[in-house]
T-cell receptor, first 113, second 117 residues
Framework: GDSVTQMEGPVTLSEEAFLTINCTYTATGYPSLFWYVQYPGEGLQLLLKATKADDKGSNKGFEATYRKETTSFHLEKGSVQVSDSAVYFCALNGGGSNYKLTFGKGTLLTVNP | GAVVSQHPSRVICKSGTSVKIECRSLDFQATTMFWYRQFPKQSLMLMATSNEGSKATYEQGVEKDKFLINHASLTLSTLTVTSAHPEDSSFYIC?????????????FGEGSRLTVL
């Protein structure tokens, strides 16, 4: 079945540092890939997405490129801010009629001033 | 963008009572909604898929009689935790698919924190 493996945290960075959170997946079809962000005490918000190979999703300075050859969708940001402190989830939708999302376990990011 | 709203955001109840959590899609009709439970250390567990007008599909290991799901309209799904116990304390999150979009994206509610005393 489909699965998502993402870098386990927690990750602690200083403000303006470079961020990478690794995510790899296994899927039988041609999945769509997502990064969701969860701020403390809140639900999940879509951060970015990519629906086919070589697509790059980007939002709020974050980027991730859909790499079919390495089955990866790593999240990057060149300069993190304190306000980026949150839990980040990598997810995939393998297609089909049920539209279930398969999530990674989440990575807690803390950015210190 | 599409909006999904949950209510209540926080609820505290006594052991043995039942609690209902509502999930509404505010600007689209959702034939399918999903209920998740989030455990400490942030792990998300899919509990069930809620289908409008039919019975919910529960994931393996989730008690149907314990977690009642009703999807009576295209904009509302409810999760009722029956005879709640302290071990049911958790953060419950719903999500919905917008049939008008074909990207596989789900829209999430704000979550409901349940504390059972």
């Amino acid at each position: 079945g489909d699965s998502v493996t993402q870098m386990e945290g927690p990750v602690t960075l200083s403000e303006e540092a470079f961020l990478t959170i690794n995510c790899t997946y296994t899927a039988t079809g041609y999945p769509s890939l997502f990064w969701y962000v969860q701020y403390p005490g809140e639900g999940l918000q879509l951060l970015l997405k990519a629906t086919k190979a070589d697509d790059k999703g980007s939002n709020k300075g974050f980027e991730a490129t859909y790499r079919k050859e390495t089955t990866s969708f790593h999240l990057e940001k060149g300069s993190v801010q304190v306000s980026d402190s949150a839990v980040y989830f990598c997810a995939l939708n393998g297609g089909g009629s049920n539209y279930k999302l398969t999530f990674g376990k989440g990575t807690l990011l803390t950015v210190n001033p | 963008g599409a909006v999904v709203s949950q209510h209540p955001s926080r609820v505290i109840c006594k052991s043995g009572t039942s609690v209902k959590i509502e999930c509404r899609s505010l600007d689209f009709q959702a034939t399918t909604m999903f209920w998740y439970r989030q455990f400490p250390k942030q792990s998300l567990m899919l509990m069930a898929t809620s289908n409008e007008g039919s019975k919910a599909t529960y994931e393996q290991g989730v008690e149907k009689d314990k977690f009642l799901i009703n999807h009576a309209s295209l904009t509302l799904s409810t999760l009722t935790v029956t005879s709640a116990h302290p071990e049911d304390s958790s953060f419950y999150i719903c999500s919905a698919r917008n049939p008008g979009q074909n990207t596989g994206e789900l829209f999430f509610g704000e979550g409901s924190r349940l504390t059972v005393l």
